[in-house]
Nanobody
């Protein structure tokens, strides 16, 4: 069992920045990948960024160059640095962990980008 708690969401102006954090607890050894998904109103949940245990990263095209995913050395916390935020980035952001062929989700943190 893995428990995930997200933090760092909020409301910002276009062009602003936020840093999301996700702390994992429980059976956190042998994690295969950690990442962030988001779901905007009326849209499907989509992968935003992911980092594997080997350090490989993957981003959705719309955030490349603006968002950066990172993790601590023991892979218990994953971060998403979001710069140059756009209104289109408004969504609930969910932390995601894959371990032992099982996927775990946090409860989400809301990011709102508006004037």
């Amino acid at each position: 069992q893995v428990q995930l708690v997200e933090s760092g969401g909020g409301s910002v102006q276009p062009g602003g920045s936020l840093r999301l954090s996700c702390a994992a607890s429980g059976s956190i050894f042998s994690i295969n990948a950690m990442g962030w998904y988001r779901q905007a109103p009326g849209k499907q949940r989509e992968l935003v960024a992911e980092i594997t245990s080997g350090g490989t990263t993957n981003y959705v095209d719309s955030v490349k160059g603006r968002f950066t995913i990172s993790r601590d050395n023991i892979q218990t916390t994953v971060y998403l640095q979001m710069n140059s935020l756009k209104p289109e980035d408004t969504a609930v952001y969910y932390c995601n962990v894959r371990r032992a062929r099982v996927t775990y989700w946090g409860n989400g943190t809301l990011v709102t980008v508006s004037s």
